[in-house]
């Protein structure tokens, strides 16, 4: 059984980038066909596709979050991880990851909220 | 990308049918067969309910299918029951290979 976990800093300050880490257990992240995708939920809102990485390295974006994204890979720790520059209180959400097979999200994280504050 | 268009809220009494819409253009819902639905109770994390239109993935009810025409995908509940009562979203591939989401519609179980 696939798990994915969310990790990272709760309270990010404006201006600052939010960082997070995704572990996968269950499965190899290195195994093809499965896109480790970031997706976010702002608090009473609905779903906010970020983007995803191949286990190569490839990569693609919300394109109105793409000039401030990055999601990157580390096949060694089993790992993906999302930043997000220049953060606003606009960027305060749940951020779950998420495995996508076949165009679709089949197992999720359990989500983890940060909130951007000074 | 513009958010699919969900109906905000719907409402059935236990063991009737309901029909949520989700309503795209030809750059995604009605151009691909990569229509997927999602359940979300509250303060968990969101759960796939149908995949590529209208497959279910192990485990979930056949009570739950999901059907397109044209530019409009649906996700129908039938014998609805008290645990149906959430959040769905439904979620579509687009042109320029990147995802988007409806905005959600609220179930409740009268």
């Known amino acids: 059984q696939v798990q994915l976990q969310e990790s990272g800093p709760g309270l990010v300050k404006p201006s600052q980038t939010l960082s997070l880490t995704c572990t996968v257990s269950?499965?190899?992240?290195?195994?093809?066909?499965?896109?480790w995708s970031w997706i976010r939920q702002h608090p009473g809102k609905g779903l906010e596709w970020i983007g995803y990485i191949y286990y190569i390295g490839s990569t693609n974006y919300n394109p109105s979050l793409k000039s401030r994204v990055t999601i990157s890979v580390d096949t060694s720790k089993n790992q993906f991880s999302l930043k997000l520059g220049s953060v606003t209180a606009a960027d305060t959400a749940v951020y779950y990851c998420?495995?996508?097979?076949?165009?679709?999200?089949?197992?999720w994280g359990q989500g983890t909220l940060v909130t951007v504050s000074s | 990308q513009s958010a699919l268009t969900q109906p905000a809220s719907v409402s059935g009494s236990p063991g009737q049918s309901i029909t949520i819409s989700c309503t795209g253009t030809?750059?995604?819902?009605?151009?691909?067969?990569?229509v997927s639905w999602y359940q979300q109770h509250p303060g968990n994390a969101p759960k796939l309910m149908i995949h590529d239109v209208s497959n279910r993935p192990s485990g979930v009810s056949n009570r739950f299918s999901g059907s397109k025409s044209g530019n409009t995908a649906s996700l129908t509940i039938s014998g609805l029951q008290p645990e149906d009562e959430a959040d769905y979203y439904c979620?579509?591939?687009?042109?320029?290979?990147?995802?988007?989401f409806g905005g959600g519609t609220k179930l409740t179980v009268l």
């Open positions: 998420a495995r996508a097979w076949d165009q679709s999200l089949d197992y």
């Open positions: 030809s750059s995604d819902v009605g151009g691909y067969n990569y």
């Open positions: 979620s579509s591939y687009t042109s320029s290979n990147t995802r988007v």
């Open positions: 269950g499965g190899s992240i290195s195994r093809g066909g499965y896109y």
